[in-house]
């Protein structure tokens, strides 16, 4: 079974600071994908990789950046956190892109920023 | 551009009831639609999709392209169906990656 692992499940932040949201996947999938879940919002794409050292931008991208070096790891960085970043963040990975794509979820890492 | 719209936050029904869930769509290309749902203390899965015409634990959902709409259903609710669920299009050609865009979520509770 396809597993995506996210480093966190909880973590508190300051104002300011620059954060590290860590996804691993061990299914050789060539996508991958960060979303954030707010209530009343629903789930909505920051910016997704569908390979190595290429990304492209979601919905909302802005106050993110990312980096994926390796296949199987893929990081969402915050490079100067603010309170309206405070949210449950989500990895998913999928094998590949096209009609059917399945998409698999990590567990998710709660940031809190205060 | 392409949105989705589930107009209930919450959906409280009896065990043994029937269920459906409204998602409506609106999108100039041609839809792709999927059901997500979320169990407590679980992460977010796939439940099934229009492309498959599958029924995955008793559920179902039709794609009616005329009035934009992929309600999912089940004709028994049961207490285990009691989740959140989010309705998403699809956006991307075959071979790209896909950029799906959810709905705001319709939480299902069944009670006995």
């Known amino acids: 079974d396809v597993k995506v692992t996210q480093s966190s499940r909880y973590l508190v932040k300051r104002t300011g600071e620059k954060v590290f949201l860590e996804c691993v996947q061990d299914m050789d999938h060539e996508n991958m994908f960060w979303y954030r879940q707010d209530p009343g919002l629903g789930l909505r794409l920051i910016y997704f990789s569908y390979d190595v050292k290429m990304k492209e931008k979601g919905d909302i991208p802005e106050g993110y950046s990312v980096s994926r070096e390796k296949k199987e790891r893929f990081s969402l960085i915050l490079e100067s956190a603010s309170t309206n970043q405070t949210s449950m963040y989500l990895c998913?990975?999928?094998?590949?892109?096209?009609?059917?794509?399945?998409?698999?979820f990590g567990s998710g890492t709660q940031l809190s920023v205060l | 551009a392409q949105r989705v719209t589930q107009p209930e936050k919450l959906l409280s029904v009896f065990k043994g009831a029937p269920v459906e869930l409204k998602c409506n769509y609106s999108?100039?290309?041609?839809?792709?639609l999927f059901w997500y749902v979320q169990y407590s203390r679980q992460r977010l899965q796939l439940l099934l999709r229009h492309i498959s015409r599958e029924s995955i634990k008793g559920f179902t959902a039709d794609l009616n392209k005329g009035e934009t709409s992929f309600h999912l259903k089940k004709p028994f609710a049961q207490e285990e169906d009691s989740a959140m669920y989010y309705c998403a299009l699809r956006k991307g050609g075959t071979g790209t990656a896909s950029k799906l865009t959810f709905g705001t979520g319709t939480r299902l509770q069944v009670t006995l």
């Open positions: 999108y100039s290309g041609s839809p792709e």
């Open positions: 998913a990975s999928s094998l590949e892109g096209g009609p059917g794509e399945k998409l698999f």
